[in-house]
């Protein structure tokens, strides 16, 4: 079946680690997206790809940088700038251009030690 | 100001009840809108697109109006697996822009 995977669901930092949550899709979509979700709060983007090789910073990219070297995959990594971490990170994916639907992966929970 | 704007509720309803919500966007060349459901600690799974005609599927219809830049969805006949919250979602230039939610609690 189709679909996005998230791993690890869930995940610890310690203190000035940086730590990288998977996101793999193969639903062959050319646009992805990361996405913070903090309790009683809506999803507030992060990074998003609408290409191979190509990503743009959200609206809290500070603190976080990713990479897509290939159209299926588009890690997150939270460094140690980033100094209010816990939060339920939530990948997706779109088809592009016209077809904006959103697909999600089941998220990651990060909490810091 | 936001760019998607809900009240958060929570709404607390019998079953049974009709229930409707609204939301509101800030960018009139917004393109697409979209009602998500959310679990609590799940990922959001799409409802419903909306259109400016208006769209219904079963118990649940959306209605777009562009003018006033407002969304709403209502929910007839509620059931107890309806509670939950619900997203309201606008994309414009490559970004979806979502709205802090409102809560749904059905109540037997």
């Known amino acids: 079946d189709g679909g996005i995977t998230q791993s690890p669901k869930y995940l610890f930092r310690k203190e000035g680690q940086n730590v990288t949550l998977s996101c793999e899709q193969n639903?062959?979509?050319?646009?992805m997206y990361w996405y913070r979700q903090d309790p009683g709060q809506g999803l507030r983007l992060i990074y998003y790809?609408?290409?191979?090789?190509?990503?743009q910073k959200g609206d809290i990219a500070e603190g976080y940088s990713v990479s897509r070297e290939k159209k299926e995959s588009f890690p997150l990594t939270v460094t140690s700038a980033q100094k209010n971490p816990t939060a339920f990170y939530l990948c997706?994916?779109?088809?592009?251009?016209?077809?904006?639907?959103?697909?999600f992966g089941s998220g990651t929970q990060l909490s810091v030690l | 100001r936001k760019e998607v704007e809900q009240d958060p509720g929570p709404f607390n309803v019998p079953e049974g009840a009709t229930v409707a919500f609204n939301c509101t966007y800030s960018?009139?060349?917004?393109?697409?809108f979209f009602w998500y459901r959310q679990d609590c600690r799940k990922e959001p799974k799409l409802l419903m697109s909306?259109?400016?005609s208006g769209n219904e599927d079963g118990r649940f219809t959306a209605q777009l109006n562009r003018a006033s830049q407002y969304i709403s969805l209502l929910i007839r006949d509620s059931k107890l697996s309806d509670s939950a919250t619900y997203l309201c979602?606008?994309?414009?230039?490559?970004?979806?822009?979502f709205g802090s939610g409102t809560k749904l609690n059905v109540k037997p």
């Open positions: 909306v259109y400016s």
């Open positions: 639903l062959n979509h050319d646009a």
């Open positions: 960018n009139s060349a917004s393109q697409s």
């Open positions: 997706a994916s779109s088809q592009g251009p016209n077809v904006e639907k959103l697909f």
């Open positions: 790809s609408q290409i191979v090789n190509d990503f």
């Open positions: 979602v606008v994309y414009n230039f490559n970004k979806f822009y």
